[in-house]
């Protein structure tokens, strides 16, 4: 039993050493919220990615100071507005710069437009729920996202961007998650 248990062993020591002798030969994936890894998409889907997620998170907040909110839901969203403005224009100056080579989407795509529609036609208590609910998701999607491409994206300006930006949208994340 003692020389099996030896054999099993320098066996395992033999192997772990060529395992550990390995190289990746592509970027890192990243994993999601659920543990699931993903790779960074490429620079032209992280652009329109982001600028239909500024438009949308732009329309909605505006949107949702206009229904009259309470105080913590009115303070959210007049940050969102003016955070989402600044993230559009530095991104806006990354790509006429040519520092970045992108096409820039000038309106929501039909999936965002849909979801600013429904919340449109809601008002009260059933808009709050609603827009909390979307400014929860919205931000793990936008946390998702800018991890992915400032570890393992295409373009280095815009790389270093997404990883400027990232604390601000946890910080959204968080704040999103407490409204109540």
């Known amino acids: 039993m003692k020389r099996m248990l030896t054999a099993v062993a ?4 033999m192997c772990g050493g060529l395992w550990a002798q390995t ?3 592509t970027p890192s994936p990243t994993p999601d919220r659920g543990g699931a890894m993903h ?3 490429s620079g032209q889907e992280f652009v329109t990615k982001v600028v239909v997620s500024d438009l949308f998170e732009i329309d909605s907040s505006q949107l949702a100071l206009s229904k009259q909110p309470n105080q913590s839901t009115k303070s959210f969203a007049e940050r969102m507005v003016t955070d989402h403005q600044k993230t559009s224009s530095e991104l806006k100056s990354l790509v006429q710069s040519g520092q970045v ?5 000038a309106k929501l795509d039909a999936e965002h437009q849909k979801m600013l529609d429904e919340l449109k036609a809601k008002n009260g208590n059933e808009f709050a729920q609603d827009y909390h609910r979307i400014q929860v998701k919205a931000h793990e999607d936008a946390v ?3 991890t992915a491409y400032s570890t393992s994206g295409d373009i280095e300006q ?3 961007w997404a990883g400027r930006t990232l604390p601000h949208l946890k910080e959204h994340l ?4 407490q409204l109540k």
């Open 158 to 160: 815009l790389k270093a």
């Open 39 to 41: 790779s960074a998409p």
């Open 23 to 25: 190289t990746p030969t």
């Open 10 to 13: 320098v066996c395992l020591l």
């Open 144 to 146: 998702e996202l800018f």
């Open 174 to 177: 968080s704040l999103a998650q």
């Open 101 to 105: 080579k992108a096409d820039l989407p």
